[in-house]
């Protein structure tokens, strides 16, 4: 069977920074970087992601144009058979990558139909804190609100590289940078 490749290179860097890029872009990072010494954790950060990411970043796009397969197979591959676990465990933590995003996923759309009807627009923190209490505090819309995130994550995987991936990633990055300047421009 013919793997499917990447339509274009702007699709393939997008849907990269896509999977790099997300909701902890927003909300966890700011928040860690104030929490754990501000610009020099900030430095600290920096310096890991262009030595360590970046050499396991060409690492694994080597490995995978080499091998020409998953994840699992690659391994297996381009090392010997007990190279697999180590694919494997790339799948397991995509996986619980995925068990949580999902869930924060979800809180985002409960976050944006409160949005819609006007719920959450509001100054005072303890309301906003019980808006989110009751929300999570039933469990039927909180898993009603996290299958269609994985839902909506279902079809854009479905559609495979170039009609799913690819194609949302030309999407909704540029949507995500349109946000993050609302955001800013909005913080300031």
Known sequence: MQRT?????????????????????????????????????LLVYLAFTF?????????????GRAAGCGAVGAFARLGSRRWKLLGYSGVLCCFLVFAFYSVVGGWTLGYLLRALDGRVMSDDMSALGQLFGQYVGNPVEALLTHALFAGLTLLVVVGGVQKGIERAGKVLMPLLFLLMLGLIARAL
């Open 51 to 63: 030595t360590l990411g970046l050499a396991l970043l060409q690492a694994e796009l080597a490995i």
């Open 5 to 41: 490749q990447w339509g274009s290179r702007l699709g393939f860097i997008l849907a990269s920074a896509g999977a790099t890029v997300g909701l902890g872009s927003i909300w966890k990072f700011p928040y860690v970087t104030a929490m754990n010494g501000g610009g020099v954790f």
